[in-house]
Every structure is written in C-alpha cells, then in structure tokens.
C-alpha cells in the first residue's frame, strides 16, 4: 500500500471530555484555546454530537447551537466533526425521519462540515435517512461501523458492511472501537481488507480502556488507514482515546508523519492541564477512567458503561454485585442477539443485567427497552433473537421486521406546538423534540436570565416566570 501522511482528528472537546468528565466543559472554557487549535493542521475536530448536546442543556444550562455556531466562528479553518446516532439522533431511541433531516439541516447551517453517523445495531436501514439529509444539505457523510466481537463479527462480516456503507453514499468510513477491543492484528487484517474492498477514506477511532489503541493506530496507519482519532494528553488515555502529541511524535520522520506543529501542540496541551487539574478537584475526573481496565476485553463493556454500571448499584446499595454484573452481562448480550454496546444498546443489556443478579432470576423483571429491543423497535440484531426468548422478553407484544422508523410519526409539528411559548430561534424545537423535558427545563432558566438582566422586564407586572 501507499505510504502517505496520515491524518489526525483531535476529539478533545468532544470524546475527549465526553470519557473522562462527564461531558462538562464549558463553552467558556473551550473558546479561548480554539485559536491554536485552528491554526495546528488537524484533519478534522471533534467538537459537538454525542452527549454534549443534552450535557448543554441539562447540566451546564448553555444552548448547544449556540456553542456550535461560537465554536465554528473561533475556528473558521478546520473541519468541524460530530458525531451523531443516526436515527437515534443525539438521544436513545428511534425519531422520525422529518426530525432527522431538519436536525441534518440544521447542524450543517450551523457549522459542521463531517457527521459521523452510526448505529447501534450496524443496520444499514438506520442509516438510511441521515444519509439521504447529509447529501441534501452538502455535508460530508462519514459512516462508522460499530466495532464488537462475537461468533458473527467475523472479517467477511465488516468488510460486507463496509462495502454496504460505501455503496449507500459514505464520503468516508469509521471503523468506530467504542470499547477498546481492537487488538493490533486483527485490526492490520480488517484495514487492509476494507481498504482492498472500497475506495473512500477510512478513520480508525479507539479508546485507550484496555491499553492497546496506541499500538492498534501503529498497525492500522501502516495497513493505510487515512485518520486516526486521537485527543490532548490532559484528556486522553484511560477510556479516551491515545493522546495527539504522542502520535503526532511516534509518526514523526516516518513517512506517515502528520506534520502538525508540536510546539503548538504543548501550548495546547498546557491550556487544558489546569482543566484537567479542575476536574480531578472537583471529583469530576475519577482515577478509575484514566486506568488500564483488562475486563474490557473479558466483558467488552465501554468504559462509560461500567461507571453506569457502579452508579445504578449504588443506587440499590448492591455495589458487591458488581463482578456478577460483569460476568452477567455476556450473557444479556448472546440472548439479545449479539449488538455491540454502544449508546443505546449498552444502556439496555448493562441495565437489564443489573436486573438479573439484582432479582437472582434471569428475566424476572424485563425493562421496556429490553423489550423493544427483542420485538425488532430498534432494528435488525446481528443474530437473530430466538423466538422462545423474544416471547420470555417481550411476550405476545407484537414483533416487527421493517424499519423501525417507519413506524414512527413525524415530529416536527407537535414539537412546533409545544415549544411556541418559549421559541427564540427554530433551533429550540429541535432540542425540545429530542429532550422535551430537559429543554422546557433550559428556556425556562434561560427566560429568567433575561428578565433579571433586564430591569424593565423585571419590573412589568405581566411577568411569564417572575425571579
């Protein structure tokens, strides 16, 4: 293959934070480094999707197209990069298709130019209008393969599903190890083998939970992988992914040297060691997500699902549970036919194991989602659920095969009616058909800035939320 520069995604405002605080970082304290950052040479950043949309609003009390379109005024020379779950969107279950194609339209106008799209399940149906969005508006559509090991997650299985992304319109493919499962052979043979089978870019995404992923950027680079994902020291490592200096050092004077600017690179590094610093203060960073976590490729439960997991016991006082939960949750995943753990489905199998040891009976009590899940309500699983378990999971509820989404009604028009009275930009309905609660929660807080910022507003006796 051709030895040629490779490419370096920096994930430090997005998976960075989202790994190892929670998602926390505040807009204020991303805009003042965004300058460098711009000028460095990366490929792409990483800067927006995943959690960070409902940490904004449920957490930091900020609007996130608001961050978005400040972010991509700071930093006018770089790709800005998303991820988003396709028709999941940014939250957990399935949304209609005129959700996803105004929320498509939306985040494109705003400043993003690469949407990376993934499914829990990697069915190719779930894709579909994202994609169909994406070329509409002229983003980059960026189409990841969600990365897991089972009997079926075979070589011939991924580069299938490739071939299929490629065909279906993929400007770029992912190869997306949310788990840190990717060992650096296997991970030679399977980018030499999609490289061989399609033409467009292919990016290698990992995380650094069980130990590997530098040596696994090592081995896919030299099999010609184009990207690689990688985030600043201060928050990489652990359950990020491998730090941006450190592989823009190991490339270097080889002929995949990145060429980026390592002395621009430590003034980085040095604005976000403080942050760092905050966090493990406040107890917002934990030493357990910055350890190597061998369990990893035992149970190949993400690093975001184990703290989860230690919550939701905690919760129910059974924190001594935590190995059979573990041990459990292989199990959840065979009888649910095989999905890789990535947001939704980690949530599901890790919750309906904890559940198992919590009850001492396998399926005692059984959660909706679980349900779902087994009657078809968020796709096609990669082995099919055997009908004696669907009927112990789901009963005599009805099981479908087409695709999910064409079972949902639109969303826009109620979620038009619903957000009237708060409405400051078309934007706010799309964060209210996505998380209703939590963004009539947001435009509450954020009218009520408005009337105390404003003395005339406060002193009107026609007050709407008095302060």
């Not at 169909?132 to 393969?145: C, D, S, V």
């Not at 610093?277 to 061998?294: M, P, R, Y």
């Not at 292989?330 to 904890?354: E, K």
Request: with cysteine; glycine share 6%.
């Amino acid at each position: 293959m051709d030895k040629k520069p490779v490419k370096i995604m920096d994930t430090t405002l997005r998976d960075g934070q989202q790994s190892l605080i929670a998602t926390r970082m505040k807009t204020e304290e991303i805009l003042p480094i965004l300058d460098k950052m711009d000028k460095v040479g990366f490929y792409s950043m990483e800067v927006w999707g995943g959690a960070t949309f409902d940490s904004c609003l449920r957490f930091l009390k900020e609007d996130p197209w608001e961050r978005l379109r400040k972010v991509r005024e700071a930093a006018p020379n770089t790709k800005l990069q998303m991820l988003f779950r396709g028709q999941n969107i940014l939250g957990y279950k399935q949304y209609p298709d005129d959700l996803v194609e105004a929320f498509v339209k939306k985040t494109l106008s705003n400043g993003i130019d690469v949407m990376r799209v993934f499914d829990a399940l990697n069915d190719p149906r779930n894709f579909q209008a994202s994609v169909k969005a994406i070329k509409k508006y002229k983003g980059e559509a960026q189409l990841a393969i969600s990365y897991t090991l089972s009997e079926v997650h075979t070589l011939e299985y991924y580069v299938k599903l490739a071939k299929e992304l490629e065909a279906m319109g993929a400007d770029s493919i992912c190869i997306k190890d949310m788990a840190g499962l990717l060992l650096p052979q296997a991970t030679y043979d399977l980018v030499t083998a999609i490289k061989r089978e399609t033409s467009v870019p292919l990016q290698i995404h990992s995380h650094c939970t069980s130990g590997v992923a530098p040596i696994v950027y090592m081995k896919a680079v030299e099999a010609g992988a184009d990207i690689i994902d990688t985030a600043m020291s201060p928050f990489a490592m652990g359950t990020s992914q491998p730090p941006t200096e450190v592989m823009n050092a190991a490339f270097a004077g080889t002929p995949y040297d990145p060429g980026l600017d390592q002395e621009l690179l430590s003034e980085i590094c040095d604005y976000f060691k403080p942050l760092r610093e905050k966090a493990i203060e406040s107890g917002l960073l934990s030493t357990k997500v910055l350890g190597v976590d061998i369990a990893t490729l035992r149970y190949q439960v993400p690093g975001g699902m184990l703290s989860n997991l230690v919550s939701q016991l905690k919760g129910q006082k059974a924190e001594d549970k935590y190995e059979a939960v573990l041990k459990e949750i292989p199990n959840v995943r065979r009888d649910l036919g095989y999905p890789p753990l990535v947001t939704p489905t980690s949530q599901i199998v890790g919750t309906q194991a904890v559940m198992n040891v919590l009850m001492g009976e396998r399926y005692k009590v059984v959660t909706k989602e679980t349900k779902d899940l087994a009657r078809g309500m968020y796709g096609k699983t990669p082995v099919k659920i055997s009908d004696e378990m669907v009927k112990k999971l789901a009963g005599n509820e009805e099981v479908i095969t087409c695709r999910p989404a064409d079972l949902v009604p639109d969303g826009i028009p109620e979620a038009e009616k619903a957000v009237a009275k708060y409405k400051e930009q078309e934007e706010d309905v799309l964060s209210y058909a996505l998380f209703p609660q939590v963004a009539e929660e947001f435009f509450k807080y954020r009218q009520a800035q408005k009337y105390k910022a404003d003395p005339v507003l406060a002193d009107t006796e026609n007050k709407v939320y008095p302060v």
